[in-house]
Each structure stands twice: as structure tokens, then as C-alpha cells.
């Protein structure tokens, strides 16, 4: 079975403790330089983005929730939905926002950004409010290996981040979540929904292995 799951880039469960559909999608962000520039140009990208996608897809009904984050320390850039009543629209909706920006039929909006780093900037000044926020930080930053004063240097190099670099990013990622062989996915529905929902997830070219109890799954170790 370790074969199996090594082989495994998309994976679907149905369970009976949900009504909703949830889905999990990432990508490779192969980097573990927490200094380097493309991380603030990413993290607004994605902070860009979530606010869009919030907008546009949770907005029209398509999901309760909708995110996209980076993770440097496990090399992810992941995309989230949850609570979805419609999940194969809303993905799809996603991926036809992902496609009219890299295609440049959707503008860069230079407001948005501003409002994305704004955001951004704030919630990594928060995390130094407080003492025991700072020996929290200076914490992480020994543990990633960054300086102590990582925090006030990274809000600097938000602020930097302009729509060219946004475009940039854009140009270089998403891409890569249009590509079945570049993402990971997991999908969870309720299990009278979840072979129709993998039905229709697979055409977007994904191979999605259905399993039928999580006993079944590479998560069981017993």
C-alpha cells in the first residue's frame, strides 16, 4: 500500500458525519528561504486572491468558505474549500478566476492590492503586540532559522509589493493549479454525494481514488 499512496495524487472520502463537501488542493512551493522576496509577493498574492475568490464563489452560494495560504515550513501553497453545498461549481468557478488571470483578461487592481497588504501587514504587526507575542515570534524565528526581528522586516518588504509582482507570482503559480500532475487533492462529502461529486471533480482531468471507509485509507495505521 506504501507503493500506492507514493502514486497517489488525488484522493477522495465519503463519510456520514457531513452534509457539506470539502476539498483541499495544493501545490509545490519549492522554497524554505523564509527571507526571500517571492514570499511577500506570495503571501499578498494569496491574500489577493482569497478576498476574490470570497467574493466571486462564496458569493454566489457556491461554498460557506474559501482560502488560499502559503506554508513555508511544509513547502505548500494550498487552496481550501469548505462547507461547499456545490463543490464541483465552485471549484470550477475557481478555476476559471485562476484562468482569466493568467490570461489577462482580469486586471490587477491596484486598490485590492493596497487593501491585501493592508490586511497582510496588520495581522503580522498583531503577533508583536504583546510580550508574550514577541517571545512567541523570536521563538518561530529560531526555529526557522530567520532573524529575531523577521517580522518588522517582512511587513517592510509587504508594503514593496506592487501588481506587476502580483502578476508575476500569478503567472508562475497558478498555472501549476490547472496541472492534475502538479496538485494534490483531497476531497471529503457525505457519502450519498461523494461519487457523483467525484465524478464531476474528474473531469477537470484529475485520476481520483475513491476510498470506501477510512479504514480503507493510507491515514489508518492500525
Not at 484522493?11 to 527571507?35: E, F, H, M, P, R
Not at 501553497?77 to 469548505?82: A, R
Not at 496588520?122 to 532573524?147: F, H
Not at 518588522?152 to 503559480?173: E, G, M, P, Q
Request: aromatic share 12%.
Amino acid at each position: 500500500w506504501k507503493k500506492d499512496f507514493c502514486n497517489l495524487r488525488h484522493v477522495a472520502l465519503g463519510v456520514d458525519s457531513t452534509k457539506s463537501c470539502y476539498l483541499s488542493q495544493s501545490i509545490l512551493y519549492n522554497s524554505s528561504d523564509w527571507s526571500a522576496r517571492d514570499v511577500s509577493d506570495t503571501r499578498v498574492l494569496l491574500k489577493y486572491l482569497s478576498d476574490r475568490l470570497y467574493h466571486e464563489v462564496r458569493g454566489k452560494g457556491l461554498t460557506y468558505s474559501i482560502s488560499m495560504y502559503l506554508s513555508v515550513s511544509t513547502g505548500r501553497i494550498v487552496l481550501s474549500l469548505s462547507k461547499s453545498s456545490q463543490l464541483a461549481d465552485a471549484y470550477k468557478a475557481v478555476r476559471e478566476i485562476f484562468q482569466n488571470y493568467i490570461e489577462g483578461e482580469t486586471p490587477w487592481d491596484e486598490a485590492l492590492a493596497e487593501s491585501a497588504k493592508g490586511a497582510l501587514i496588520y495581522s503580522w504587526a498583531e503577533k508583536e503586540e504583546t510580550v508574550t507575542g514577541l517571545v512567541s515570534q523570536a521563538v518561530r524565528a529560531y526555529t526557522r532559522e530567520t532573524d529575531s526581528k523577521y517580522n518588522r522586516y517582512f511587513t517592510k518588504s509587504l508594503a514593496n509589493v506592487n501588481t506587476d509582482d502580483l502578476k508575476a507570482a500569478a503567472n508562475k503559480l497558478l498555472p501549476e493549479f490547472l496541472l492534475s500532475n502538479s496538485t494534490q487533492t483531497v476531497v471529503v462529502c457525505n457519502k450519498g454525494r461523494i461519487d457523483e461529486v467525484v465524478d464531476d471533480l474528474s473531469k477537470f482531468g484529475m485520476d481520483i481514488k475513491l476510498y470506501d471507509s477510512f479504514e480503507d485509507t493510507f491515514l489508518n495505521f492500525e
